[in-house]
């Protein structure tokens, strides 16, 4: 249950942190913006386990790295996929 619960709040820093380092604005729901950084976070980690730097002495910058860059890349993809949903009802 713990777990649920911290991937729930990494997912949202890590999509909040992907809609500041975005330009202009994301208008996406919290809770899209939660799956993306949830998205990410498990798609840098699958990367970084398949280059081999997941698990090193330290902190884990390059990990990291790819979770961010991947939470970035979904919540732009979320947020025209979405912008497109919403000028379609309109």
Do not use: E
Not at 20 to 44: E, F, H, M, N, R
Not at 73 to 87: D, E, T
């Amino acid at each position: 249950m713990f777990q649920l619960l911290w991937i729930l709040i990494l997912g949202l820093i890590l999509g909040a942190l992907a809609r500041l380092l975005l330009s202009g604005k994301q208008d996406i729901p919290i809770w899209l913006t939660t799956l993306a950084g949830v998205g990410g976070a498990w798609l840098g980690n699958g990367v970084s386990g398949w280059i081999g730097v997941r698990h090193t002495g330290g902190i884990d910058w390059i990990r990291h790295a790819l979770q961010l860059g991947f939470a970035v890349a979904l919540v732009a993809l979320a947020a025209s996929l979405w912008a497109g949903r919403s000028a379609a009802r309109h």
